[in-house]
């Protein structure tokens, strides 16, 4: 299929939704997103490599989601909270991969949306978000 972003053409291969996919995960255990999308590692301390999080609190379960739609975030060091699809098109997230992004909620707040920006208020030194986007997991 052809789709255009940027005034170019990108020949996008054919996906499967995943928009309600949600999994819980736990700090460093990998989690193995759907469809191909590679994996996610919420580490103890942070080494630079990733997106550096304050830790999750007692009641805070950590779950990845995909679903943007209505999702307001407010970047850390940003005005105020935007919707997701602003910020998407902000950061020039092609379309078809704006549903297909990761988003990490501590609880029921989004904290942090994958390669892109963590939250205000969830910023911290104790432990770091890792998309391997290219470590494909046979089912």
Known sequence: MGTSH???IFV???THDVTAW???I???AQCVLPDGLG?????????????????P?????????????GVFAHPKGRQGKRKLKKLFQEYRVPTWERRRTPLIYFGDQLAAVAGL???????????????DKFHIVDA
């Open 39 to 55: 994996t996610l590692l919420l580490t103890h301390g942070v080494s630079g490599e990733g997106q550096a999080l304050r830790a």
């Open 117 to 131: 920006f963590v939250c205000e208020g969830f910023d911290g030194q104790d432990c770091e978000l890792l998309w």
């Open 12 to 14: 996008v291969k054919p």
């Open 6 to 8: 940027d005034d170019a």
């Open 57 to 69: 609190q007692g009641n805070e379960k950590v779950s990845v989601r995909f679903n943007p739609e």
């Open 26 to 28: 736990d700090r460093d």
């Open 22 to 24: 949600v999994e819980h």
